[in-house]
C-alpha cells in the first residue's frame, strides 16, 4: 500500500476529485493548508507573500494502484499545457498497516 500525499491550488480540487472518484479511487482525505515551495512565495511589489493556501489531499491506495493515481492527480492539477509554479507537488509514502476502525479488518 501506498499513502500518496497531493498538495494542490484549490481552485483545482474539484477536478481532481472528480477525476480520482471516475478512476476507481473514490477514498480521499481534504484539508486545507498554507505553505510555500521553492520559489518563497509570491512577490507583488514590495510584499512577499509566502503562506500560500493549498490543498492537501491524502489516499492511500494498493501498491499496483500508485502510478495510476498519480498520473490521475498530475493530469487533472496541472495547469496549462506545460504547468506552472504552485501546481503542486505529490510525495508517496509506504504504508505497512491499515484497519477499518468499524470492522477491525485489515487492508484496504
Given amino acids: 500500500m501506498q499513502l500518496i500525499r497531493a498538495i494542490i491550488r484549490p481552485e483545482k480540487v474539484p477536478a481532481v476529485m472528480k477525476e480520482l472518484l471516475s478512476a476507481g479511487f473514490p477514498a480521499i482525505t481534504k484539508m486545507s493548508v498554507f505553505g510555500r515551495g521553492r520559489q518563497m512565495g509570491v512577490k507583488v511589489g514590495d510584499v512577499v507573500y509566502d503562506e500560500i493556501p493549498k490543498e492537501l489531499?491524502?489516499?492511500v491506495v494498493g501498491d499496483e494502484d500508485s502510478e495510476d493515481a498519480i498520473k490521475v492527480i498530475m493530469d487533472s492539477a496541472r495547469t496549462g499545457e506545460s504547468g506552472n509554479f504552485g501546481d503542486?507537488?505529490?510525495?508517496?509514502?509506504?504504508?505497512?498497516?491499515?484497519?477499518?476502525v468499524s470492522t477491525g479488518k485489515a487492508g484496504l
Fill in 88 to 100: 503542486g507537488r505529490i510525495f508517496v509514502s509506504p504504508v505497512e498497516e491499515a484497519y477499518t
Fill in 57 to 59: 489531499l491524502l489516499l
